[in-house]
Each structure stands twice: as C-alpha cells, then as structure tokens.
C-alpha cells in the first residue's frame, strides 16, 4: 500500500467527513489491488464511533472485503490476551483501593476524613491508572524534588504508597497496566518481525501513553501510516516548533500533533493529505485557526490578520446565539434543531453540558422528535437508579414521612395490585399530614391499618421500612444483599414474590448488571457502615449509563465533544461556551500540582483543555455552525469560553477585513432564534383578575365560626369564603416544622402542666417547675423530633422562667386557676349564628369575678389591635358574660390579659375592657354577623391586613399580583 520509508504520518483537515475520508483512501491506495488486500489491512481506530463510521461508509459501497478494525486501547490479539494476565474489573480494583485506604485511615486518623475515603480512593485508582499509560513507576514520583512543599507531600505520598504493590510485575493488572502491557509485547514482536501487511492508527491524536507509543511505532513501520484527524494546515511552522513546552502549549489545539510530528522529527509540511476530500469551510478554518493560536504569539493577529478573506464571507455560516438564561439557550437550540428536522437537515448537538441536553432533549420531545443521545442516561437518574439509592437510603438513618412516601409513591414500588397500593398511599398520607408524624413507626402504621381494615398493606409497611437503620460495620456482601433483597421485596409488593419490574427494560438490565457485578466483587471490598455502603453505590452508579432504546430521530443527534471527528452533520450546535463548562475547569488534583506531574512525566490538567480546543476547532468547520452561551447561570455572570472570546476579539481587531461587520452579523442571526424562543414561550394575554369579593347565598354563608377566626373576617374574608363555603384547608405539611405554631401548641401544653400542677399541689409556680416540665415534654421525640431545636427551645422557656414564676405569683394571689382549655359557645338566636371559643386559662377571684389569661409565644397585640381587629380576649369575655362556658357562672369578667411570652421582652397585654366593655363589643359582633348576612355583602380579599407584606392561605385562588389592595372591590353575586 505504501512505498518509500517512514515514518509515515498523513491527516484530514477539520470538517472533513473522517471515516468516510479515510475509507476512500483506502479504496484509492488499494486501486488495482486484489480484493483481499484490504481484508489484510489493521485499522487501530480512536473510538466506538469512528469504527461504527467506518462500517457504514463500507457499507454505502463500492462492494470490498472489510479490513480488520480494533480500538486502540484493545491491542492484544487473541494469541497475545491468552499469554497475558488477564485485567482486574475496574470495580474490584477500585474496591481494593478502598479497602487499603480505609485502614490507612483507620491507622492515621489525621490524613483525611473518612467522609473522603470513596473520594480518595477513586482519585488515587485514576492517579494509578494514568502511571501505568503514561509508564511513570511510583519510585519516579516518590523521588520528585518537594523541598517547598514537603508537609502536603509526605501526606500525598502516605496514600501513593499503598499502590506500590499494583505495580510489581507478578501483579494481576488492571485494565490501563493491561493495555501497558499489551503495548510492549506487541512492539517487542513487531521489532523482531515487522508486519508486512498494512497496520494503520487512524482518528486519534496520541492523547494517552500508550496510544502515543502505539502512533510512534506503527508511523515507522514498513507498511504502518498514522492518519490524523482534524489537521491544522494552515498553522505557520513557526508555531509547530513552539509547541516544546507543555506548561505553555498544551492548552493548543494542535499541541499533541506537534509533539508526535516533532519525535518523528517531520515537519508539518512532510504531513501528507490522505484523501483530496475539501473542507467545508476553508475559509473560516483560516479564521479559527488564527484565534486560537497560542498566547504567546497573538500578536500574530496583526501580521497575518489582514491577509485573511472577507470576515463576513468566511463567518457566513456561522451563528453566534448568547441567550439571557440557559432555559433561553435550550429552547433556541431546539427550536433549531426542529427546523432542521423538519428540512432532512443533518444536525448534531455537541457539548458537555448533560444539564443543556437534557433541557434541550424535553423541549423537543415536546414536538415528538427524539434525538440520538449518544451517551444515554445517567443511571443514577432512571427510575430503578433512583429507587435502588432511596432503598440504601433507608439504612442509614431513622424512617421519615418524606423518605416513606418518596417510595411508596415510586412507580417502582409496589407492582402487583398498583391501584389500591395508590389508594393506601394517599390515605396514609393525610393522615401523617393530620397527626405530624415526622417519623413513623411501626406499631402506629400498624394502629392505623387496622382501623382503616389494611393490616396486610400496614403489616408490609411495617416489616419492609421500619427499623432498618443499622449503624453497625458489616461486609460490603451483606449491605448487598440486604439491600437487593429489601429493594426486591418493597417493588413487589404486599403478599407478592419477585422484583416486581425492578430490573426490567434497559435501564433494569443495566442496574441489575451494576448489582451482579457489584455482589461478584464484593469479597474484595472492606467492612463498612451502611451510609458508607449508600455512599459507594451511588458512586458506582453515577458513573453508568443507560443507551437509548426509544426510536430517535435519523438526523438528529446529540454528540459529546470527543464524537465529533467521526460524526460529520451539515450543521453544528457548539453549545455551553463557557469558562468552566466548555473548556471544562480541570478538578483539583490532591497528589500533585502541576510542575510535579510536568516532572514526573504525567499529564498535565491542560490536557483536557488542548483536546477539547481540538474537538472545538472539528466542530466549529462544519458547513453550519451554531455558537451558544448563556450570559447568566443561577443568577450569576457567566465568563464566554476562551475560544469564543479569543474569535470576537480576533474579529472585533479587524475593521479592515469588515471583522466587527461579520460579529454583528452573527450576533444578529442569534438574536432572530432567541426572539423566536421568547415568541415560543409567550403566554396567551389574558385580562388581569379584579379583586375578588365573592357573595354566595345566604345558606351557603357560614353559620359557626371560633373567636380566632373573627380577626380573618375583619381583615380577610375571603379567607373565611374560602374556608367554609369552598370548604378548602391549606394541606398539612407532610414534616411539620419546628415552627411558631408548633411552639405555641408545646408551651401552652408546659403551662397548662406547670399551673395546674402547682394549684394542685397548693405551692407557688418555680423556675425549676417550668423548666422540668419543658424538659420533659420538648425532649420527646413524639412532641418534637428535631433534636437541636429541642435545645433551643429549652432556652427560649429558661429565659421567661424566672419572669413567669415572679408574674404568676401575683396572678395566683389575686384570683385561683380554674379552667384550662376551657370550651364555649354563644348563639346569636335571631341570626342562627354560633360562636366558639377556647380560653387558655380562666381564673375566679373570691369576688366571684373572671380573670381570662392568653398565652402568645411571640408578641402580643396592642390595646388598639384589639380594639379593631384582634378581639379574641374581648370576644372570650363577653361569651363568659352571656354563660358560655359550662360549670363557669362568674359575676363578672375582671379582667382580661395576654401572657405575652417572647424572650427578649415577656409582658403581660390587658385587653381594654373599660374602653370595650363586653356588651359593646358583641353588640358590635352582632352588627358584623349581621352584614354579612346579607346577601348583597361580599367576602373582599385582603381586605385590612396588617401589612401588605403578609402572606395569606389563599392569596394564589385570590389570584393576588394581578389586582392591588388600592383596587376596589366590587361585590360579585353567586348563584
């Protein structure tokens, strides 16, 4: 196939069709060959992909005898795998990583929390596969010079140690020592007997060790050839022979072709066209080309700048979308891609942002298009991902409400009977909503299923969620199979056996896969706690995905930006440009820094940043190009990629080549698709809401109200509307938080305890009293299940204490505790109206008189509150003066008061009885009841709210925002 020596290096230029390019080649040197010349022919190919390529480019025809196609990181041949060891599972060896680290912690507690022992262990797994790619033995990197960081280094290399011992020769390798080893049994056979047929690397630019050595070797063989991709023909020399650096060059795009050309020692222009294909857009390649070349040289921007084509001409393919919101930038690139559907356009999605494509992929999926994502799902986030980590979940820490109906709800959960599984569900649900259970246990859920006649349902409740933390360290086999079989166990049901559909379809298979392997390998994991374990497999499944199987759209995919060299489309989306995202920020490294690994002979973080450049500069010759960015993310500025910036500052530099001309213009064409998203997600107008003042009939109108819901009437009667002639409730919060609702009902509940046991005992009320009974009411986890704020509140009743001791003395002495939590009701006869009422406290002085007590936990309201608004105490004395109360028959009401109990300021508030004497104020009641019995009256919204800024129940049926408190109500009558 070849004549003349070597070595031999021939590439395509960006935007070239790669497999298809280099299939033709091969048909063009083979021309007059016989058929089975190209059967002899080896291509060592960079990825799945390019190999899938290649295929079909054979298949589009001429009729040919395929050659052999291999990846490059499988270069052991059948004869070759069976004289070496066969590799360790990535899992095993990652297991015993974990395992050596666990004791190396257990042993030096200080090096590193145990909350970072799957951290540690996964850096240092990649730490020792890429030693063994690269050839860097541990005895290298112990040597490195530190002498200015010795403290963090004798600590780093306390961990490198432990991997020593993975390195000796007689060690069961894993799959990048495999590759390692692979690699130099094959170069010692093709040294003493080179092959005469063909041997040809093709798609990769010698990124790893082993490839890079594997590219050296077959370029210098008799009938070997490197074919790179995505060639820069249009970088000056000048800029190949910089490229000696590492710490300053390898951020280039073409840094890694320069460094193989440069120890082959050819130069660029020795770097034959394999095949005469064009690329797409020469032009803007030049363009490209230029931006991006290396800081050091910028300045080449003026020189060659001006000897550049028309910038409009060569950018005229090119949009340039920079969307307010990444919400903004998914819905322009789909509604592109929709276009492109709907034309038989080929077009590709590339970015590394999987948050983008899913954005993008449910907008589509709007208009029934799927696309071909080829890197799947994250398994962590399909349904069986998600329930297996719920499951491992529920050994860590006490049964919750919440992490019970997250199950039980799952569609998962529960497969045989589904329809009353549902049923029970939600029943179950109010009624933890109605009684606060914060953590329910099992002889309640067993109480409760009982009553309701679902003991079978309540009993597997019980046996498969409750009490199953363990905090116990057990082997990582019995976490497996304690989680498998409560997982198994919880999808199938009640009184059913199996799984259920746990491990059915695609994203099934590939869990119970990550399960089997996870239990065949388990023997080599460490003992470990059960948050630990939950820990580990979210680890181990947060790196799976899961492949399409749904039908996709033929043109129509998305591609991550290591595809794009062997997946040519007529348009490009590039999107996610920016700092952080696309190039993505190199992690921190907790081995070593950058001049150490320079020193050691490992990659450098810029790696990843120069092959990204590369696979940016591919993308970016498509035909058609889309560039987006969001300029803002989470509310934060975001920085445009370097690339972008380096583009519009390159163009915005050249008024004489019509440079900030052809930004405007791509700039412009982005604008037009990000009008058309904001058109796609206009509301339809609608006329705002007026201010509600609904007026049902007078039947329908509430005839019983309590004494705290008189202060809703007068300030908000559309809340009462809603209450009682809607018959609405806010649902109840499913955990019940430590709120002031909370705290009011527990103290009142200390109070109630503290007083009437001292009037029983015939002894004062003490600041001991009261602190004993709080502790022993806000320390049940029953009462209030969150042990911090237990604490303090404890406080907040230690520092009214004394002040509630002092004041209750004198209430003792002026009148004697009588009723708690006393119950009334008055009747209005002529208007059919009831009104009830509960009094924290009323107390009888030796006059026969009533003494009304309320308890607030916070501020009280003022004597002017009460006089117009807040009339609960007003209310209460004049129901004790009309006989409300049963067994309570005072002379008169003496007094009435709030307890206001607020730590920073505790007080007592009178209610103003003279300037509001009890018959005045239910004349007045009698008087508000009455207009409301009219059925021209309506329930105004908001109608005398204390403050703009309170939040009522239902402000959002009220459709408050779209009417003000300054609008005027107009009373609307219902049928």
Known sequence: MFEGGGPRVFALPPGVDFPAALVAGLHARLSGHPPEAMARVTLFVNSDRTRKGIRAAFDAGPPALLPRIRMVTDLADPVLRARLTPPVP???????????????????????????????????????????????????????????????????LRFIRIVQGFFDSDAAPDRAAHARRALMARLDAWENAPPSDPVIVAGSTGSRGT????????????????????????????????????????????????????????????????????????ERNAVISLALRPAPVTDQWMTEGPSLPPLPQAMAGVTLVEAPA?????????????????????????????????????????????????????????????????????????????????????????????????????????????????????????????????????????????????????????????????????????????????????????????????????AHGTDMTARDYAALFGAIVGREEVPEVDPTHPDIRILGPLEVRAAPAELMILAGLNEGGWPEMPGADPWLNRALRAEAGLLLPERRIGLSAHDFQIA???????????????????????????????????????????????????????????????????????????????????DKLSVTEIKRLVRDPYAIYAKHVLRLRPLDPLMRPPDALLRGILLHEILENV???????????????????????????????????????????????????RTEAVR???????????????????LAFTLTGTADRIDIDDRGGAHVYDYKTGQAPTEKQQRHFDKQLLLEAAMIQRGAFENLAPDHVARALFISLSPSDPKEVPAPLEDAPPETVWAEFTALIAAYADPDKGYTARRALLSDADAGDYDHLARFGEWDVTDTAKPEPLP
Not at 620 to 640: F, G, H, M, Q
Not at 692 to 701: K, N
Request: with cysteine.
């Open 211 to 282: 490839t890079h050595a594997l590219m050296r070797a077959v370029a210098g063989l008799p009938q070997g050839a490197v074919v790179l991709p995505g060639f820069d023909t249009a970088l000056p020399q000048k800029v190949w022979d910089g490229f000696d650096d590492p710490l300053t060059g390898e951020d280039h795009p073409q840094y890694r072709l320069g460094r193989l050309l440069a120890e082959l020692d050819l130069k660029a222009r020795d770097v034959a066209p394999w095949h005469a294909a064009p690329a797409p857009a020469p």
């Open 755 to 805: 007083v009437r046991d001292a009037r029983d005992a015939d002894r004062p009320v003490t600041a001991q009293d009261l602190n004993a009974v709080a502790r022993a009411i806000l320390s049940d986890p029953a009462n209030l299940p969150f042990p911090s704020v237990q604490l303090l509140w404890r406080a907040r009743v230690s520092r009214i204490a004394d002040w509630f001791a």
């Open 326 to 522: 990444p919400r903004h930038e998914a819905l322009a690139i789909a509604l592109r891609l929709r276009q492109a559907a709907e034309d038989g356009t080929r077009a590709a999605l590339v970015t590394p942002d999987r948050t983008l494509t899913r954005q993008v992929t449910a907008v589509l999926q709007r208009w029934g298009i799927v696309p071909d994502d080829s890197a799947g799902r994250p398994a962590q986030v399909t349904a069986p991902g998600r329930f297996l980590r719920h499951v491992a979940q529920l050994f860590t820490e006490p049964l919750s409400a919440e992490a019970l109906l997250t199950l039980l709800k799952h569609p998962l959960c529960h497969e045989a009977d589904r329809g009353p599984h549902l049923l029970n569900t939600r029943d179950l649900e109010l009624h933890l909503r109605a009684k606060g259970w914060a953590y329910p246990n099992a002889p309640a859920l067993r109480v409760w299923g009982e009553a309701e006649k679902r003991g079978a349902w309540t009993d597997w409740l019980a046996r498969c969620f409750c009490d199953q933390e363990d905090t116990a360290a057990r082997p990582l086999a019995a976490h497996v199979a304690r989680h498998v079989a409560l997982a198994e166990a919880i999808a199938a049901g009640a009184g059913a056996t199996g799984a259920g559909a746990l491990w059915d379809r695609a994203a099934g298979r590939t869990l119970l896969r990550i399960v089997e392997d996870l239990r065949a390998e388990a």
């Open 620 to 702: 970016a010759a498509a035909p058609k190009i889309w560039l987006t960015r969001s300029t803002k993310s989470d509310d934060a500025e975001t920085v445009p990629s370097r690339w972008l910036n380096r583009l519009a500052n390159l163009l915005s530099g050249l008024p004489s080549r019509d440079g900030p001309d052809a930004l405007d213009q791509m700039k412009a064409r982005g604008r037009h698709w990000l009008a058309l998203a904001r058109a796609a997600e206009e509301p339809l107008r609608t006329p705002a809401a007026a201010r509600p003042s609904p007026a049902p009939p007078v039947a329908a109108r509430p």
């Open 90 to 156: 990535p899992l095993r060896r990652r297991l015993e990583l974990t395992t050596l680290v666990a004791r190396l912690l257990q042993a030096e507690p200080d090096l590193a929390p145990r909350a970072a022992l799957f951290d540690l262990s996964d850096s240092l797994a990649t730490l020792m596969e890429e030693m063994h790619t690269e050839g860097v033995e541990p005895n290298r990197v112990a040597r490195l010079d530190v002498s200015d960081q010795s403290g963090h280094w004798q600590r780093a």
């Open 812 to 830: 003792s002495a002026t009148a004697r505790p009588a009723h708690f939590e006393a119950r009334g009701k008055a009747i209005i006869p002529e």
